[in-house]
């Protein structure tokens, strides 16, 4: 018996509060990827006050680096994943 169901790449996207020396950011990273060789896994950008939610700021992000969005879920209230189903051809890395 084979297993239709779809596999996603997932992202974990999390608020990171400002400090003394930083403003309000948020964090992007693929788990999975961080073990992977050559392939960058994480990346932080400024918390965009004009979006004002962090779900909608990581898809943008990863719309704008070309991933194929799917969907998103929380984790727990600051913290959640969004799903994209870019693999194989379409492969694409965290800029």
Same mark, same amino acid.
């Given at each position: 018996?084979?297993?239709?169901?779809?596999?996603?790449?997932?992202?974990?996207?999390?608020?990171?509060?400002?400090?003394?020396?930083?403003? @309000?950011?948020?964090?992007?990273?693929?788990?999975?990827?961080?073990?992977?060789?050559?392939?960058?896994?994480?990346?932080?950008?400024?918390?965009?006050? @004009?979006?004002?939610?962090?779900?909608?700021?990581?898809?943008?992000?990863?719309?704008?680096?070309?991933?194929?969005?799917?969907?998103?879920?929380?984790?727990?209230?600051?913290?959640?994943?969004?799903?994209?189903?870019?693999?194989?051809?379409?492969?694409?890395?965290?800029?």
């Amino acid at each position: 018996m084979q297993n239709s169901t779809p596999q996603f790449r997932v992202f974990k996207v999390k608020f990171l509060g400002p400090t003394n020396h930083k403003g @309000a950011r948020i964090g992007i990273s693929e788990p999975r990827a961080k073990n992977l060789e050559g392939i960058k896994s994480r990346k932080v950008v400024s918390y965009d006050y @004009a979006i004002g939610n962090i779900v909608s700021q990581g898809v943008k992000e990863l719309e704008d680096m070309g991933f194929n969005v799917t969907g998103y879920g929380a984790i727990d209230e600051d913290s959640y994943i969004i799903m994209c189903d870019n693999w194989g051809e379409d492969f694409v890395e965290i800029k």
